[in-house]
């Protein structure tokens, strides 16, 4: 443990299930300005199933990315709000199902100011 952080539980239950969200910190810059480099974003691990132009942790091999994840037959096309990045797209074909996973739904992101 890191840190603490505090929600209201009726705020938790509103965005999700509060027994499966975890907080990640976010390293670096392809989800600006949106999503900025050190904030914190909690996931819902409970929303795996991608719902078009939302964020989602996507595990792809060893790598997490917080992305928009849009899904087509076979692949996820993960797109980044900085439009510096290209978009990924990740085979999900049954052989590389275990190396390309969505973690969860990004709910709600916080940081902290100078």
Not at 76 to 102: G, H, W
Not at 107 to 113: K, T
Request: charged share 25%.
């Amino acid at each position: 443990i890191l840190r603490h952080y505090a929600f209201r539980w009726d705020f938790l239950h509103r965005k999700g299930n509060p027994a499966r969200m975890v907080l990640l910190r976010v390293s670096g810059d392809s989800m600006q300005p949106r999503i900025l480099h050190n904030d914190v974003v909690l996931i819902d691990q409970s929303q795996s199933d991608p719902v078009p132009g939302r964020i989602y942790a996507v595990g792809v091999e060893d790598m997490v990315y917080l992305k928009i994840v849009n899904a087509m037959p076979g692949k996820l096309i993960l797109t980044s709000v900085n439009p510096d990045y290209a978009p990924i797209e990740a085979d999900t074909c049954e052989q590389l199902a275990d190396l390309v996973r969505i973690i969860g739904r990004a709910v709600w992101v916080g940081r902290e100011l100078d």
